[in-house]
């Protein structure tokens, strides 16, 4: 059974930094395509970073370069977010989601949807003073 499972959320003031972990299992890691995406309160699934399969290739959403980066462990099969000058706006549900293809990004350029890939439960992340 395909298992995503988030941890590292959390409360932090504004300009705080927070690192989201994502622990994958039931399928072979290194050959899928990864994405962290958030859902703020009240709003759709917004895309915030992608990483490749060997981790080479990373992409991030407009809101959060410059502040956040994406990594990857094969061999632990984990991917990371790391958020640093978190603002209010950051304040989302962020969820781990894995590509349903293998070796390629079939990630939509428009609103993603739920029903996209393989995703975690989630975690919270509130950005407050």
């Known amino acids: 059974e395909v298992q995503l499972v988030e941890s590292g959320g959390g409360l932090v003031q504004p300009g705080g930094s927070l690192r989201l972990s994502c622990a994958a299992s039931?399928?072979?890691?290194?050959?899928?395509?990864m994405y962290w995406v958030r859902q703020a309160p009240g709003k759709g699934f917004e895309w915030v970073s992608s990483i490749s399969v060997g981790g080479s290739t990373t992409a991030y959403a407009d809101s959060v370069k410059g502040r956040f980066t994406i990594s990857r462990d094969n061999a632990k099969k984990m991917v990371y977010l790391e958020a640093n000058n978190l603002k209010h706006e950051d304040t989302a549900v962020y969820y781990c989601?894995?590509?349903?293809?293998?070796?390629?990004?079939?990630?939509?350029?428009?609103?993603?949807?739920?029903?996209?890939?393989?995703w975690g439960q989630g975690t919270q992340v509130t950005v407050s003073s």
């Open positions: 989601v894995k590509d349903p293809a293998p070796y390629r990004s079939t990630i939509p350029s428009g609103p993603l949807q739920a029903d996209f890939g393989v």
């Open positions: 039931g399928f072979v890691f290194s050959t899928y395509w």
